[in-house]
């Protein structure tokens, strides 16, 4: 179970780009915070870990991506795998929260916030972090006594 405050750091991964997202557990907020562009593995997590240094988070959250049936896919194997990962190399417990459409909902947003296709793609695996971290924190609400 999750612990019942303390800082959430999410995660949108991608096989080029890896967004993250920020939130308390209290307040239940999600906030973009950055991109990470590294496609080396190395790269990656000294990244990863530079932001759990700064953050402290108590929880991490990996979108989980799945077709619209809400099937697995080729992604979802990597997302799951990225998360072991995460789990073994900072021994924090690692949640999922349904991916779906979260991309194409952040490019929206952005939209509607007055950036055009140039500037939106910059922000836009942040804010699909942030929307994941939004969706893990109003699963959660009611579910404080599930073991997830």
């Not at 950055?34 to 997590?45: D, L, P, Q």
Request: proline share 4%.
């Amino acid at each position: 179970m999750p612990d019942a405050c303390g800082t959430v750091l999410a995660f949108d991964f991608g096989e080029k780009r890896i967004g993250v997202a920020v939130g308390e557990t209290a307040l239940r907020q999600a906030h973009p915070i950055s991109v990470i562009h590294a496609h080396a593995n190395a790269e990656r997590f000294a990244a990863i870990a530079a932001l759990i240094t700064e953050w402290q988070p108590t929880t991490l959250v990996v979108g989980r991506p799945t077709s619209l049936a809400g099937e697995p896919h080729s992604m979802t194997a990597r997302c799951t795998r990225f998360a072991n990962q995460l789990h073994g190399r900072f021994g924090l417990p690692v949640a999922f929260a349904d991916e779906r459409l979260t991309s194409v909902d952040a490019q929206e947003l952005l939209r509607q916030a007055g950036h055009d296709a140039k500037s939106a793609k910059s922000h836009v695996d942040a804010v699909a972090a942030q929307l994941i971290l939004q969706a893990y924190f109003d699963s959660h609400h009611h579910a404080h006594h599930t073991d997830s």
